[in-house]
């Protein structure tokens, strides 16, 4: 199985960006009606839920800022989880809130792995080390 660890990076990344775009496009749902569906305008915690779907679903599949994004997301998951499926039943099977939850913990798997070579942020920190600031010395 050795040879396949050379493709972890590429998968995880490819992985990261599908659940980012899965994600941002429930925010689409709520705030932008795009794509169709879902559970009509969105207001109160709703719509604060749906900004957070949007933002973070972007910034996460995309890799920027990825660990605030991906902890504020798996929060949010945590949260909709508790006050919207939890009352029927603690079991994520019985109330429907399978999605929640596993959402929940991709965002806090992200969280501690990081955003991976393939993302904004990783370009980011390459720029910063190989442009080093030369000093001239007297």
Not at 67 to 77: C, L, T
């Amino acid at each position: 199985m050795n040879a396949l660890n050379r493709y972890a990076d590429p998968v995880y990344c490819i992985m990261r960006f599908i659940i980012g775009l899965l994600y941002a496009s429930h925010g689409g749902q709520k705030i932008l009606h795009f794509p169709p569906g879902g559970h009509g305008a969105a207001e109160g915690l709703m719509l604060v839920g749906g900004w957070i779907e949007l933002v973070c679903g972007f910034l996460i599949a995309f890799g920027l800022i990825t660990r605030i994004a991906a902890f504020i997301a798996s929060g949010e998951m945590a949260v909709a989880y508790f006050m919207v499926h939890a009352h029927g039943s603690f079991f994520p099977i019985q109330n429907k809130g399978e999605l929640a939850v596993a959402l929940c913990w991709i965002f806090l798997f992200i969280v501690f792995y990081g955003p991976g070579l393939w993302s904004i942020d990783a370009l980011m920190a390459r720029n910063r080390v190989a442009s080093p600031i030369t000093r001239a010395t007297v």
